[in-house]
């Protein structure tokens, strides 16, 4: 099976308990477009960005999503939900199969700092296999940000990057650069679903491994079912982007390293950064 069905839902939440509102949308999408395999919501969108809503995983929550998944026999990415662990509070996202089963959950490794304030960073990759059709891999708004951690997961063989994310800033135009360049760099589908209404500015988009955009929503509440050609991604990984760039072969065939990473203490421009805080007030100046 190389065609495989996502819709990603850009979906108008509040701040408050919106998992209802979310299975209404799942319902209303599988009825009208039955032959949708996968369902994925923005980040946070189930109770917003208040941190009084994090969750136990294994928890309530995740059986909420587990049981409309296996009712509906589809594989499902509901955004993600802040996770308490501890005295840790993570950004968790998780991909529920078909049964109704947990394949995984992904911590966001990039908190949106200084903005998204005592949020632990998770330190783990996930990639997860759906029979038949491919190989994902997870990432969390933020982390888009980071091309380190596309090509980490295109290295593990990831062919779709789904990234649920929370944006309301005026930096979402740059964020659709990234999706692109994400996907062209590393010769990969990029689902990235935002939530829109209170707490986003829609915008989501989907782009090809051959760095085309496939779809652009528009800011308000909008539905997005989409076949992906999965066997495209080897496709081009195997003959370049336009029959040119063959990136990452050429990445396995380097002989280049980056010690840079290596390094325990950041060297060079990163020590002159100074402390991750948010810009204060005044400090623009005035050039001489």
């Known amino acids: 099976m190389s065609q495989f069905a ?4 850009q979906l108008e939440v509040s701040g408050k308990d919106n998992r209802y509102l979310i299975q209404k949308e799942i319902e209303k ?9 996968m369902v994925v919501i923005g980040e946070l969108a189930t109770f917003g960005a208040d941190k009084s809503f994090a969750q136990e995983l294994p928890g309530d929550i995740e059986n909420f999503y587990c049981r409309i998944a296996r009712e509906h026999g589809i594989w499902l990415v509901p955004g993600s939900v802040y996770e308490k662990k501890g005295d ?3 950004n968790t996202a998780m991909a529920i199969d078909p049964e109704g089963k947990v394949a995984g959950r992904y911590r966001k490794m990039f908190p949106f700092c200084p903005y998204e ?4 960073a998770g330190t783990d990759f996930l990639v997860f296999d759906v029979p038949g059709a491919g190989r994902f891999g997870f990432q969390i708004c933020y982390d888009q940000w980071f091309p380190e951690t596309a090509r ?5 063989g990831a062919e779709v990057l789904l990234c649920p994310t929370m944006t309301n800033t005026v930096d979402r135009e740059l964020e659709l650069c990234l999706a692109r360049a994400n996907a062209i760099s590393n010769q990969c589908y990029v689902v990235n679903v935002n939530v ?5 500015n829609g915008r989501s988009i989907v782009v090809g491994p051959d760095g085309k955009v496939i779809h652009q929503a528009g800011e308000l509440q909008e539905t997005i079912p989409l076949e992906l050609d999965i066997a495209r991604v080897a496709q081009v990984r195997e003959r370049g982007v336009m029959g040119l760039g063959q990136t990452l072969k050429s990445l396995r065939d380097s002989g ?20 991750l805080v948010k810009p204060a007030a005044g400090r623009g100046g005035k050039l001489d």
């Open 6 to 9: 996502i819709a990603g839902l």
């Open 29 to 37: 999408t599988l009825r009208l477009f039955p032959w949708v395999q």
């Open 88 to 90: 840790h509070i993570y």
């Open 117 to 120: 304030e005592n949020i632990a």
């Open 152 to 156: 980490q997961l295109a290295w593990m």
């Open 196 to 200: 829109a209404g209170q707490l986003g």
């Open 256 to 275: 280049a390293e980056f010690p840079v990473y290596r390094d325990a203490a950041p060297a060079g421009a990163a020590a002159r950064l100074g402390p």
